[in-house]
């Protein structure tokens, strides 16, 4: 099966999260019929290809999010138009999925590098944080290295945002709205509203690749009625974190400069950065032509620690979770070859040293 007629047997498949057991069961079918050894841990599917010591991990996503309205194409009967394939994952990252698929078909067929054994993961939940590559890990044991396969334009992205989530609580003192201006009444939505203006003047170091950090207010509420004076205003702040920004001092900083109670509601994303010496990003950068370039979208490398990572792979990723998904042909067959190419091509920096 050439790469354009797996990928769209792929996105035939609903795979929203949570529901990705037939595209499981599917990529289980076909590595086995190629010769690995699968195995399975809920919709996670991995197998891997030779036995050495050196250990790479080669991963990507099998699940997609909902499709969202303004589709003009069915989003689980991809078509091939003028070289585009519109589908739901087609892009995000069924591309990915496919390109990793053929790369193991053909170190089956002619073996791994010597020394080497390159772990192929098609896990599930990535759009949702689940039950997925996080949860994995620890069965693969360890790793050396890894290949995150995220829609880049085959650009290795060598550092990317993660994701801190705060949520702030203005605490003010009630009363009835006729009365606020003479007795202590404290509105705390007017309290959240001057913090709000202090978190869009917040500033962080910018990252080289990356550039600033920024807190971004996504959600206020606050007030029991129209006649009374609030006492309780909270709202989220989603602040987008580069390497360097240790979650726990920007949280301590941003409840410094404000008024109303700030805790930490998730900090799991981290942002991660591979440096450009290591053989993984030396690799992705021969088999790309291309140079380092940082990633502003969250993906599994977040749960890889401090394992030498490069997120990259076929399609844009301004597509991504769009209406009328799509990935071209040409940007498929090059994300095929890419990925055998840098596998072999990290295994040859190794043997450099």
């Known amino acids: ?168 609580t203005a605490h003010g003192k009630s009363a009835h709205v006729a009365h606020a201006h003479t007795t202590e009444a404290v509105n705390a939505i007017h309290m959240a509203a001057t913090d709000i203006a202090v978190l869009a003047e917040l500033r962080f170091p910018p990252h080289p690749l990356l550039g600033e950090a920024r807190a971004q207010v996504t959600q206020v509420s606050g007030g029991l009625a129209r006649n009374q004076v609030p006492d309780r205003c909270e709202f989220f702040v989603d602040l987008r974190t580069t390497p360097g920004m240790e979650h726990g001092m920007v949280a301590r900083q941003v409840a410094g400069a404000l008024r109303s109670e700030v805790k930490v509601h998730s900090e799991r994303y981290l942002p991660k950065a591979t440096a450009s010496e290591q053989p993984i990003v030396r690799a992705a950068v021969a088999a790309s032509g291309q140079q380092p370039v940082g990633s502003s979208t969250a993906s599994d490398w977040a749960f890889l620690g401090d394992v030498p990572a490069v997120k990259v792979g076929p399609g844009d990723t301004l597509r991504s979770h769009l209406a009328d998904e799509y990935i071209t042909r040409a940007e498929l067959e090059a994300g095929a070859a890419f990925y055998t190419r840098m596998v072999r091509g990290y295994f040859e920096e190794l043997a450099r040293g």
């Open 1 to 168: 099966m050439k790469a354009a007629e797996l990928l769209q047997a792929l996105v035939a498949i609903p795979s929203v999260s949570g529901d990705e057991g037939r595209i499981a069961d599917t990529v289980s079918g076909w590595a086995e019929g190629w010769g690995a050894r699968v195995q399975r841990q809920g919709h996670n599917v991995w197998f891997s290809v030779g036995s050495g010591p050196r250990r790479l991990l080669v991963n990507s996503h099998l699940d997609t999010v909902k499709p969202c309205a303004g589709w003009t194409y069915e989003p689980h009967a991809p078509v091939w138009r003028e070289d585009r394939l519109y589908g739901l994952g087609s892009n995000d990252a069924k591309g990915c999925v496919t390109g990793m698929l053929l790369a193991a078909k053909t170190l089956l067929a002619e073996g791994a590098p010597a020394d080497a054994e390159i772990v192929f993961a098609f896990t599930a939940e990535e759009e949702t944080g689940g039950q997925g590559l996080g949860t994995l890990l620890p069965t693969l044991g360890p790793l050396d290295a890894a290949i995150v396969g995220e829609p880049t334009s085959l650009k290795p992205c060598t550092a990317q945002r993660g994701m801190l989530l705060l949520r702030c």
